[in-house]
């Protein structure tokens, strides 16, 4: 149980484009849901944590208009990176719990982004 | 806040060798303790868990004891395999809503 399906696992695109990272619940709702970014040999950095049905709490030095998040439903999160650049370029993970505290994260398997 | 230090890796060990990755914390209250781990171009899986002190969260053939009293949570196994090589996530959470405050990850290469 608790599987977290992130989609398009591997995307590549021109300079420019707007591109949309889709994050599901499969099994189990998540009132929450956090957004990652890991460059290459380093840890995770947590991009911002998304609500269902209000805005998302973006953490500092991450531009909300650059990084649109959404979470309409219970089993969904949306990640669309806005106009994107080279410097976009790079490994994003989502995740999500169960309620209740102690509960472990439940990690997608990430989305690899590559802006030409 | 809240903070996780692990040892820096790359760790290069033998098949069937002994491995420890040390993970320490800094937090108030009692947090839960995870290890994660990532295979190359994978996101995370969690490996075990505690919640509490003195709890021990094991699978695979991994272990971690939750030492309160020198707040660490340091990864174990007695014999590792080729297979086991990845990137290790010491891990903490601290609130209701669960978030994650990461080690910065060990690398462990087992070679045959």
């Known amino acids: 149980g608790a599987v977290v399906s992130q989609h398009p696992s591997w995307v590549i695109c021109k300079s420019g484009t707007s591109v949309k990272i889709e994050c599901r619940s499969l099994?189990?709702?998540?009132?929450?849901m956090f957004w990652y970014r890991q460059f290459p040999k380093q840890s995770l950095m947590l991009m911002a944590t998304?609500?269902?049905?209000?805005?998302?709490?973006?953490e500092q030095g991450v531009e909300k208009d650059k990084f649109l998040i959404n979470h309409a439903s219970l089993t969904l999160s949306t990640l669309t990176v806005t106009s994107a650049h080279p410097e976009d370029s790079s490994f994003y993970i989502c995740?999500?719990?169960?309620?209740?505290?102690?509960?472990?994260?439940?990690f997608g398997d990430g989305t690899r982004l590559s802006i030409l | 806040g809240d903070s996780v230090t692990q040892m820096e890796g790359p760790v290069t060990l033998s098949e069937e060798a002994f491995l420890t990755i040390n993970c320490t914390y800094t937090?108030?209250?009692?947090?839960?303790l995870f290890w994660y781990v990532q295979y190359p171009g994978e996101g995370l899986q969690l490996l075990l868990k505690a919640t509490k002190a003195d709890d021990k969260g094991s699978n695979k053939g991994f272990e971690a004891t939750y030492r309160k009293e020198t707040t660490s949570f340091h990864l174990e196994k007695g014999s590792v395999q080729v297979s086991d090589s990845a990137v290790y996530f010491c891990?903490?959470?601290?609130?209701?809503?669960?978030?994650?405050?990461f080690g910065g990850g060990t690398r462990l290469m087992v070679k045959p």
């Open positions: 937090a108030t209250g009692y947090p839960s």
């Open positions: 891990a903490l959470s601290n609130n209701a809503g669960n978030m994650l405050t």
């Open positions: 099994d189990f709702q998540a009132t929450t």
């Open positions: 995740s999500a719990s169960l309620q209740g505290a102690g509960q472990p994260q439940h």
């Open positions: 998304s609500n269902e049905g209000s805005k998302a709490t973006y």
